[in-house]
Structure formats: structure tokens, C-alpha cells
């Protein structure tokens, strides 16, 4: 079993919707795909879409990821064979899980190969779980099992451990173990060769800086959503000293 591509969610309140779609495509320099019911897709020009859009009627939203695969019920009976549970059901996919509780899906592959390019100085690039302590490291071991083919490390800092794809795949995933214990949730992330030059760029299409830390600047979007501008290089991912 091999995941072929990656998406990540952008999930923000139904009735904010139209201001995630108008920031995100802006930040992704992106178009819009028509509405497939709460699902917009964010269309890279000359590239493979890896980032999509949700509009969710209960609770604030935040983050999840997609596994497009070529079986999905072989992907479905590893994760649950490794701890995860079965949310939802639907015709061709599913909606899982993890044994913390975060929300991931199984879908078809449909022969997406080509990652989309840096836009701005940035990439989406990355989902990052934010963990209670008493679920972390189980978690660690959920996910490094069920993507057996990806590199699974240990972070720049003790409360991080990075799971980075094959080459090809736009999505990789961050574990943090938050500092309390609260329900897991997770963000996104975006890879930036000028962390500040990002920041005034994402200010004036209306994001407010929330929090500095030490490789990160935490920010808020116009739809209420948090996520994370990174010091990593926006090609590869890594932080500067690591590659």
C-alpha cells in the first residue's frame, strides 16, 4: 500500500467560507474550483492541486489531511489495525480517526503528480497535530506506522517529530506536544524563505499576527483560522541548517 498524493484542508466555519477562499487562493496564488458541497479545491496553474477548502457547520475548524491512494479499503484496514476508528463512511472514501481523534480521510487517487510551485516566497506545505501530552508519543507511533515510506524523525525541538514523504508528495506532517492537556486539533503551515516579508504580504490581505516563536510566527486569517508562517526552506521543507 502506497499513498500517491496529499491533500491538506483548510476547514473554516460554513459562514466564513468566502473570506478562507478569498485569502487562501491569494496566499496559494490559486484559482477556485466550482463548489463540490462544502469543498472548494485550490487550482495551482500548470500543477496539481494539494490544498482544498471546507466549510464546517459545528466548531471552529482548523486542519486535516487527505490520502489519496490506490485501495482505499486495504488503507482503511491498516489504520484501523493500528488504533485508528472509523468516523464516516462514504461511497469510494472514508473519514477516519486517529487514536488521538484527529480527523483524516482516505480517498481515490486520481493520478495527481506534479506539486505546485512556491508562491510569494512561500508553500502549504505542512499539517502540524497539536497534541496533549498523554496522547503524544502514541500518536508518533500511529503515524509513523501507517506511513511506513516516510521518514519519521525527531523534530529541531523535544516537543516536535516531523514525518516528511517521498519526494513528489506536497504534504508533510508535524506531531507538537502541546504544554496541556485538551482535545488534539491540528494547523497549517507554510514553508517561508523570509518569514517577515511573508507575515506584511498575508497582513495586507487581512491575517493578524498572533505569537512569535522560535522558527515560527503563529497568525490568525480573515475566516478566524490560526496557522503558522515557518523558517524552512520552501523547496525542501527542512530548516535552513538541516537541508
Known amino acids: 500500500m502506497s499513498i500517491r498524493w496529499t491533500y491538506a484542508f483548510v476547514d473554516r466555519p460554513?459562514?466564513?467560507?468566502?473570506?478562507?477562499?478569498?485569502?487562501?487562493?491569494?496566499?496559494?496564488?490559486?484559482?477556485?474550483?466550482?463548489?463540490?458541497?462544502?469543498?472548494?479545491?485550490?487550482?495551482?496553474?500548470?500543477?496539481?492541486?494539494?490544498?482544498?477548502?471546507?466549510?464546517?457547520?459545528a466548531g471552529p475548524g482548523g486542519a486535516h489531511l487527505d490520502f489519496s491512494v490506490d485501495d482505499v479499503p486495504e488503507f482503511v484496514k491498516s489504520a484501523l489495525r493500528l488504533g485508528a476508528t472509523i468516523a464516516a463512511e462514504h461511497d469510494g472514501w472514508a473519514v477516519l480517526r486517529s487514536p488521538a481523534g484527529q480527523l483524516f480521510c482516505a480517498v481515490p487517487w486520481h493520478g495527481e503528480s506534479v506539486r505546485p510551485p512556491v508562491a510569494h516566497g512561500s508553500r502549504l506545505d505542512q499539517v502540524c497535530l497539536d497534541l496533549p501530552p498523554s496522547a503524544y508519543a502514541a500518536e508518533v507511533t500511529f503515524w509513523s506506522a501507517l506511513l511506513a515510506d516516510w521518514a519519521s524523525r525527531p523534530g529541531s525541538l523535544p516537543e516536535f517529530h516531523v514525518l516528511?514523504?517521498?519526494?513528489?508528495?506536497?504534504?508533510?506532517?508535524?506531531?507538537?506536544?502541546?504544554?496541556?492537556?485538551?482535545?488534539?486539533?491540528?494547523?497549517?503551515?507554510l514553508a517561508c524563505a523570509d518569514i517577515e516579508a511573508t507575515r506584511a504580504r498575508h497582513e495586507a490581505l487581512g491575517a493578524e499576527t498572533v505569537a512569535h516563536g522560535t522558527h515560527w510566527t503563529v497568525m490568525r486569517d480573515p475566516a478566524g483560522g490560526t496557522y503558522c508562517l515557518t523558517g524552512r526552506d520552501p523547496e525542501t521543507g527542512g530548516l535552513p541548517s538541516a537541508g
Request: charged letters at 25%.
Open 14 to 57: 460554513a459562514e466564513r467560507a468566502d473570506r478562507a477562499h478569498e485569502f487562501w487562493t491569494a496566499v496559494t496564488d490559486t484559482r477556485l474550483s466550482p463548489p463540490r458541497g462544502e469543498f472548494v479545491t485550490l487550482l495551482p496553474s500548470g500543477a496539481d492541486p494539494c490544498v482544498k477548502v471546507q466549510g464546517v457547520e
Open 164 to 189: 516528511v514523504p517521498p519526494p513528489g508528495l506536497p504534504v508533510r506532517i508535524l506531531l507538537q506536544r502541546l504544554g496541556e492537556e485538551r482535545a488534539a486539533s491540528a494547523h497549517l503551515d
